[in-house]
């Protein structure tokens, strides 16, 4: 179970889980932490070449 962070277009996926383009245009990744009150944004495309998927990993803090 998530808590609501701020928008109900967000994806709760799995680290590296591949995304697709349809999941892309409509939400934006997040991977749940086991601390709940923290939230790990993926940002970019594992498809595409040179992208940051791995390194551009943003934390959030719901509060």
Do not use: E, F, M
């Amino acid at each position: 179970v998530s808590s609501d962070v701020g928008t109900s277009k967000r994806l709760i996926l799995p680290v590296g889980h591949p995304v697709s383009a349809q999941n892309r245009a409509s939400a934006r990744p997040l991977c749940q932490t086991k601390d709940s009150r923290q939230s790990v944004s993926l940002w970019g495309d594992p498809a595409t070449p040179g992208s940051d998927y791995n390194r551009k990993v943003q934390k959030i803090t719901d509060v």
